[in-house]
């Protein structure tokens, strides 16, 4: 081979091995010059396109805003307490029926004042436990501090079974004056019951209503409402006045009416007497009683 044609091959392999034929990724102007030659590639890169969509996607930053206040809005806790309303009577202990006026006391209560009222324990479809008579001086101003009442259920109450008493309350004021020969009582009780009466009994009587009905043409203060579930809750209320003088006696265990042939056990304790309607042949009493002196 001659000198021009190795020349000549010489240039053409120079040629052929021209830096910028290579992929050199250190080299800035050779990306830029891969940059510009491949337009193909730009055009085939949608997905950058596709990308910067999901960039745009901030749907799902207001998504959750969008779904977040159902969760604010969806907890029933905010209407369930619908539930609370729905026993037609309060839930707490307190009475479904009106407010009493019991009026005032039957006499003045002079330099003493009225006597206050107390508490009573009410025994409702049971009884209270006896007096223990044992005499003693009766003679003084008492007013009652205490006592117990017994309470007949209604028989229409007996004859459901599951029926119970859920709440009693009772309370008295009064004061009783022994003079030498003459006793005189003043006084008022108020007791009230609640009872529980399951479905099944109101549903065969035709409802609380139905039940109310049955109960008031004994026991007028009384009421029955809805208590949620078909139950029923009843409440009954008696009340009394007594006022009264009689001539009496005192035997070792006993006050005796010289009129009305009344009797009471009674016991001196201290300060206190306890005192239980014992007569036979007449309505008693409903229970002990105990009153705390006031003046001799």
């Given at each position: 081979?001659?000198?021009?044609?190795?020349?000549?091959?010489?240039?053409?392999?120079?040629?052929?091995?021209?830096?910028?034929?290579?992929?050199?990724?250190?080299?800035?102007?050779?990306?830029?010059?891969?940059s510009?030659?491949?337009?193909?590639?730009?055009?085939?890169?949608p997905?950058?396109?596709?990308?910067?969509?999901?960039?745009?996607?901030?749907p799902?930053?207001?998504?959750?805003p969008?779904?977040?206040?159902?969760?604010?809005?969806?907890?029933?806790a905010?209407?369930?307490p619908?539930?609370?309303?729905?026993?037609?009577?309060?839930?707490?202990a307190g009475?479904?029926?009106?407010?009493?006026?019991a009026?005032?006391?039957?006499?003045?209560?002079?330099?003493?004042?009225?006597?206050?009222?107390?508490?009573?324990?009410?025994?409702?479809?049971?009884?209270?436990?006896?007096?223990?008579?044992?005499g003693?001086?009766?003679?003084?101003?008492?007013?009652?501090?205490?006592?117990c009442?017994?309470?007949?259920?209604?028989s229409?109450?007996?004859?459901?079974?599951?029926?119970r008493?859920?709440?009693?309350?009772?309370?008295?004021?009064?004061?009783?004056?022994f003079?030498?020969?003459?006793?005189?009582?003043?006084?008022?009780?108020?007791?009230?019951?609640?009872?529980?009466?399951?479905?099944?009994c109101?549903?065969?009587?035709?409802?609380?209503?139905a039940?109310?009905?049955?109960?008031?043409?004994?026991?007028?203060?009384?009421?029955?409402v809805?208590?949620?579930?078909?139950?029923?809750?009843?409440?009954?209320?008696?009340?009394?006045?007594?006022?009264?003088?009689?001539?009496?006696?005192?035997?070792?265990?006993?006050?005796?009416?010289?009129?009305?042939?009344?009797?009471?056990?009674?016991?001196?304790?201290?300060?206190?007497?306890?005192?239980?309607?014992?007569?036979?042949?007449?309505?008693?009493e409903?229970?002990?009683?105990?009153?705390?002196?006031?003046?001799?």
């Amino acid at each position: 081979m001659g000198p021009t044609a190795r020349l000549a091959l010489l240039a053409s392999l120079i040629s052929a091995c021209n830096p910028s034929s290579f992929d050199y990724p250190f080299d800035a102007a050779t990306d830029a010059a891969t940059s510009a030659d491949a337009p193909a590639t730009a055009t085939d890169a949608p997905p950058a396109i596709d990308v910067q969509v999901a960039a745009d996607v901030p749907p799902t930053v207001d998504v959750p805003p969008a779904d977040v206040p159902p969760s604010v809005d969806v907890p029933p806790a905010v209407d369930v307490p619908v539930a609370i309303d729905v026993p037609t009577a309060p839930t707490d202990a307190g009475s479904i029926l009106p407010p009493r006026d019991a009026g005032p006391l039957p006499f003045d209560g002079g330099t003493l004042g009225d006597p206050s009222w107390v508490s009573l324990d009410v025994r409702v479809g049971g009884t209270c436990a006896p007096v223990a008579a044992c005499g003693g001086p009766v003679l003084g101003t008492w007013d009652v501090s205490g006592g117990c009442i017994e309470v007949p259920l209604p028989s229409q109450f007996m004859l459901c079974p599951g029926a119970r008493v859920s709440r009693s309350a009772g309370r008295a004021r009064g004061r009783v004056i022994f003079a030498p020969t003459i006793a005189y009582r003043a006084s008022q009780w108020e007791v009230e019951a609640e009872l529980f009466v399951p479905q099944t009994c109101a549903t065969i009587v035709g409802g609380c209503s139905a039940i109310e009905g049955l109960v008031r043409p004994g026991l007028p203060d009384s009421r029955c409402v809805s208590e949620g579930a078909g139950n029923c809750r009843c409440a009954v209320r008696q009340s009394g006045t007594i006022n009264d003088g009689d001539a009496y006696t005192t035997t070792s265990t006993q006050i005796v009416s010289t009129l009305s042939g009344r009797r009471w056990d009674y016991c001196v304790t201290g300060e206190r007497i306890r005192y239980n309607d014992t007569s036979a042949g007449a309505v008693r009493e409903p229970g002990p009683i105990q009153l705390t002196r006031r003046a001799p």
